[in-house]
């Protein structure tokens, strides 16, 4: 939540959020489709989901906001690449690379260099990652996804942090528009 709301704040110092909903339920896609209802209906554009199964609720829930006239109302995804779910409604999905985390610990543990604990596996590991926009190249246009790379190279490079807590959002933000 701290990542994405940094991140929206980054390249839109102007967006306004509005408090999350919790469904309370990770497979009852009514309840993800009901609470993205209210966030639509209170002027939401994008609503990301992080609510397993629910979440299929929330790209029903923007295909329902949009009707039958042009898409301006979005969900993203989360996991795995959810694009296809409802073509052009999702913008994306942040895409969790559990097959990299489970091919280093594979080759840590072959190589002799495995070690309990635990690993991040953020952007700057791939770890986590986006999708490649199939349905919504268009509407985010060649512009952004260029800057979309760039952050992408920032964060690898080391260059910047992704704040990990609410609180740190404020801070990052000052740091970066320096």
Do not use: C
């Not at 039958?68 to 895409?95: C, R, W, Y």
Request: proline content about 3%; hydrophobic content about 40%; cysteine-free.
């Amino acid at each position: 939540e701290a990542g994405f709301s940094a991140g929206a704040q980054l390249a839109n110092p102007k967006v306004q959020f509005l408090p999350a909903k919790y469904t309370d339920s990770w497979d009852d896609t009514s309840k993800g489709k009901a609470a993205a209802s209210v966030l639509f209906g209170q002027g939401a554009d994008v609503v990301f989901h992080a609510a397993g199964r629910a979440g299929l609720g929330v790209f029903s829930a923007a295909k329902d906001a949009n009707g039958s006239g042009p898409i301006t109302k979005f969900a993203i995804g989360v996991d795995s690449n959810q694009d296809d779910v409802e073509k052009g409604t999702v913008l994306t999905s942040m895409v969790k690379r559990v097959d990299e985390a489970v091919y280093s610990t594979i080759k840590d543990a072959v190589e002799g260099k495995f070690t309990p604990g635990s690993v991040r596996y953020d952007v700057a590991a791939n770890g986590v990652g986006l999708t490649d926009f199939a349905n919504t190249k268009d509407v985010i246009g060649a512009e952004n996804l260029k800057k979309l790379e760039e952050v992408t190279k920032q964060i690898k490079e080391g260059k910047f942090s992704v704040p990990e807590k609410r609180e740190d959002v404020a801070a990052f933000l000052a740091a970066q528009r320096k």
